[in-house]
């Protein structure tokens, strides 16, 4: 079994914390992948996960650390990468529009006149007293 110092098990949750950051609130890639990419990203994500487990259960500790730190490593940059195009694709690069200041019109005299229109053509059952 590897024994890993107290230093390298710091920088290697410090790396994963600063995946799982970068992941999620980090800049955004300027293209998007093709899904094809993402799937293999997922399906590699998930096969280290299960490799894991196998390696746990096969009593090796230290490949099944590797095998999940490799996992969420491959996670966090198929859910980076997925990203791109979420907010528009620009990569968070340009501005974005500023919102109008009035809001969409809306007319209320035709929704209130189509409103009674339905209303009379409506069947209304009487509810007896």
């Known amino acids: 079994m590897i024994a890993?110092?107290?230093m390298a098990k710091l920088v290697i949750a410090a790396l994963l914390v600063g995946s799982i950051v970068q992941a999620f609130f980090g800049r955004?890639?300027?293209r998007r992948p093709s899904s094809g990419i993402l799937t293999a990203l997922l399906v590699a994500g998930l096969a280290c996960y299960v490799g894991g487990l196998g390696a746990l259960m096969a009593g090796s500790v230290a490949v099944c650390s590797l095998l999940v730190v490799l996992a969420v490593e491959v996670m966090?940059?198929?859910v980076w990468l997925g990203r791109a195009g979420a907010d528009g694709g620009d990569g968070g690069d340009s501005p974005r529009p500023e919102p109008d200041d009035q809001p969409p019109s809306f007319d209320w005299d035709d929704f209130e006149r189509k409103l009674r229109d339905w209303e009379r053509g409506r069947d209304r059952d009487r509810v007896a007293p």
Do not use: E, K, N
Request: some cysteine.
């Open 4 to 6: 890993l110092s107290l």
């Open 28 to 30: 955004t890639p300027s």
């Open 76 to 78: 966090c940059l198929g």
